[in-house]
């Protein structure tokens, strides 16, 4: 039994994010699953394709650093900018190919460079299984 293939309006959550967001796909691939954009490693863009998470709580984020020194060493959450450099990691082999690189499923996690871990919390669909 394969896993859930991710496709745009997937929600996602990030480990140090206040609320969920919604995975932008691009159709560039030129592959839909369930009617929507299908997704691979490569859609991880900040803003284009991995929207805010509400306010970022983690330390490693210089403005959440910066506004916890100033309020004397108490945790002052931001407003998140993710800051994700690297492509998804797949949850599993990679077996389906997009565009020439893998396609994510609902297993994959992709990082933050503020050490953020963000998950596909529905993937847009779950009638497209990747094996």
């Keep these: 039994m394969g896993c859930p293939q991710v496709c745009a309006t997937a929600t ?3 480990s140090f994010g206040a609320a969920p967001a919604v995975l932008n796909v691009l159709p ?3 592959t839909l699953t369930g009617g929507m954009p299908a997704a691979n490693i490569m859609d991880h863009i900040p803003l284009v394709n991995i929207m805010p998470f509400g306010t970022c709580m983690s330390m490693a984020n210089p403005m959440v650093a910066a506004a916890t020194a100033a309020a004397l060493g108490v945790l002052t959450p931001m407003p998140c900018l993710p800051a994700t450099a690297t492509p998804w ?3 599993g ?3 389906l190919l997009l565009g020439g690189m893998p396609a994510i499923d609902a297993n994959s996690t992709l990082m933050c460079n503020w050490a953020g871990v963000i998950k ?3 993937p847009g669909q779950m009638q497209m299984l990747i094996p």
């Design 89 to 91: 990691i797949p949850g």
């Design 28 to 30: 560039v691939n030129r």
């Design 120 to 122: 596909i919390v529905m």
């Design 93 to 95: 082999a990679p077996t």
């Design 12 to 14: 996602l959550q990030c």
